[in-house]
Antibody, heavy 118, light 110 residues
């Protein structure tokens, strides 16, 4: 069974960098899928942040204007997300999910709420 | 404003059928058969219900079905049950942004 678990600080100060880790069990991140991050601001819809393939290929939502970076630690079977220069608009529940490249996101973590403080 | 348009809310009585629409453009829904649907209960992570327009993942009830016509995809839930009450989101591959989501539809089971 594939399981994903997000971790990281629940609060980040405005203008600083948000850093999250997604720990994956039951499947190696170093194989045939992308691994993605999706966020959901309070009371709002889902927004795709970006996705990363183990070969190093990555894609990001243009709306983040280059502020997001996803990386992979295959030795720990983890995927990370960094978002720089955060503002209140980055306050959201952040989910990691397995991205079946165009098809769907089939496994999701439980999500982690990150609040950007002034 | 979300890229894919969904009705804000739909409702139905137990046992009835409902349909949720998801309208995109020729850059996403209209061109690619990569529409997926997610169910989200309050405080929970989204759950994949339909992928590639019509396919159901293992374990998802056959009461859930998907279709597409032109730039609009649809999710139909038949035999409504109380536990179907949730938010539903559509998603599509997009040539411009890779992944787009809809604004979400709140399903109320009366």
């Amino acid at each position: 069974q594939v399981e994903l678990q997000e971790s990281g600080p629940g609060q980040v100060k405005a203008s600083e960098t948000l850093s999250l880790i997604c720990s994956v069990s039951g499947y190696s991140v170093n194989t045939a899928y992308y691994w993605g991050w999706i966020r959901q601001a309070p009371g709002k819809s889902l927004e795709w942040v970006g996705s990363f393939f183990h070969t190093g290929r990555s894609h990001y939502n243009p709306s983040l204007k280059g502020r997001a970076t996803i990386a992979m630690d295959t030795s720990r079977n983890q995927v990370s997300l960094e978002v720089t220069s955060v503002t209140a608009a980055d306050t959201a529940v952040y989910y990691c999910a397995r991205d079946r490249s165009r098809s769907s996101f089939d496994y999701w973590g439980q999500g982690i709420l990150v609040t950007v403080a002034p | 404003q979300s890229a894919l348009t969904q009705p804000a809310s739909v409702s139905g009585s137990p046992g009835q059928s409902i349909t949720i629409s998801c309208t995109g453009t020729s850059s996403d829904v209209g061109t690619y058969n990569f529409v997926s649907w997610y169910q989200q209960h309050p405080g929970r992570a989204p759950k994949l219900m339909i992928y590639e327009v019509t396919y159901r993942p293992s374990g998802v009830s056959s009461r859930f079905s998907g279709s597409k016509s032109g730039n609009t995809a649809s999710l139909t839930i038949s035999g409504l049950q109380a536990d179907d009450e949730a938010d539903y989101y559509c998603s599509s591959y997009s040539i411009t942004t890779m992944w787009l989501f809809g604004g979400g539809t709140k399903l109320t089971v009366l």
